[in-house]
């Protein structure tokens, strides 16, 4: 066998590791390049698996670890999903959390026109605007509960809703606001109803209603 051959042979034993990838399993990698459309992981195959760019979680970088569910084979090259990995790691907590309407967490990715893309574990969640505080922005820390939540050929749909974190912290900030008033404080309130005959309808700090009734009387 002559020198030539030799170094191929083992150039293939190193590039053929004794490794048998099957569909459907969860494998780990490490990301080794990522281009414009594709991240190249590689997870101790003969070739480099590889991820839709659009599927990696955010601020991934080359040289992470990364896992993903082997979906096919194209031309020998695995195939990896982490959005289908992330949907089924994930599911059972997010039904839950639906069904028990726990809070969970997330930040904002994008803002759309009417609703803000929502990040939650990995996993892309809507906020439509109209069940969204006001102001919110990329990176901003949102806290929702599920408002839908359903198994699609896309992947997971899922739609948030903050009105109950809304609410919470109205009540929560009424609270504060009650806990440290006491007789003879002068409040500032915005006047958003005038009764001629009753009096005047002031909001605290845009949570708390008081009503300052005719003669002067302030009542909550």
Same mark, same amino acid.
């Given at each position: 066998?002559?020198?030539?051959?030799?170094?191929?042979?083992?150039?293939?034993?190193?590039?053929?590791?004794?490794?048998?990838?099957?569909?459907?399993?969860?494998?780990?990698?490490?990301?080794?390049?990522?281009?414009?459309?594709?991240?190249?992981?590689? *997870?101790?195959?003969?070739? &480099?698996?590889?991820?839709?760019? +659009?599927? !990696?979680?955010?601020?991934?970088? /080359?040289? #992470?670890? %990364?896992?993903?569910?082997?979906?096919?084979?194209?031309?020998?090259?695995?195939?990896?999903?982490?959005?289908?990995?992330?949907?089924?790691?994930?599911?059972?907590?997010?039904?839950?959390?639906?069904?028990?309407?726990?809070?969970?967490?997330?930040?904002?990715?994008?803002?759309?026109?009417?609703?803000?893309?929502?990040?939650?574990?990995?996993?892309?969640?809507?906020?439509?605007?109209?069940?969204?505080?006001?102001?919110?922005?990329?990176?901003?820390?949102? *806290?929702?509960?599920?408002? &839908?939540?359903?198994?699609?050929? +896309?992947? !997971?749909?899922?739609?948030?809703? /903050?009105? #109950?974190? %809304?609410?919470?912290?109205?009540?929560?900030?009424?609270?504060?606001?009650?806990?440290?008033?006491?007789?003879?404080?002068?409040?500032?309130?915005?006047?958003?109803?005038?009764?001629?005959?009753?009096?005047?309808?002031?909001?605290?700090?845009?949570?708390?209603?008081?009503?300052?009734?005719?003669?002067?009387?302030?009542?909550?």
């Amino acid at each position: 066998m002559g020198e030539m051959e030799k170094f191929e042979n083992l150039l293939e034993e190193k590039l053929v590791p004794n490794r048998i990838l099957k569909r459907g399993e969860v494998v780990r990698g490490r990301i080794v390049k990522i281009d414009d459309r594709t991240a190249y992981i590689d *997870v101790g195959y003969k070739v &480099e698996a590889i991820m839709p760019r +659009e599927e !990696l979680p955010p601020q991934v970088k /080359e040289g #992470d670890e %990364i896992k993903g569910i082997l979906v096919k084979f194209s031309a020998g090259v695995p195939v990896l999903s982490f959005q289908r990995y992330l949907k089924e790691r994930l599911y059972g907590f997010l039904k839950s959390a639906q069904e028990k309407g726990k809070f969970v967490e997330g930040r904002v990715e994008e803002v759309l026109d009417d609703a803000y893309v929502v990040n939650v574990s990995g996993l892309k969640a809507i906020l439509p605007k109209s069940e969204a505080r006001r102001g919110l922005r990329k990176n901003s820390r949102v *806290v929702a509960k599920i408002k &839908e939540l359903s198994d699609t050929k +896309e992947g !997971l749909k899922i739609v948030l809703s /903050e009105k #109950d974190f %809304i609410e919470l912290s109205k009540k929560r900030k009424k609270e504060r606001i009650l806990e440290r008033l006491k007789v003879g404080d002068v409040i500032e309130g915005r006047v958003i109803k005038i009764d001629p005959e009753k009096g005047v309808t002031l909001l605290i700090e845009d949570v708390l209603r008081a009503f300052l009734a005719k003669g002067g009387t302030l009542l909550g």
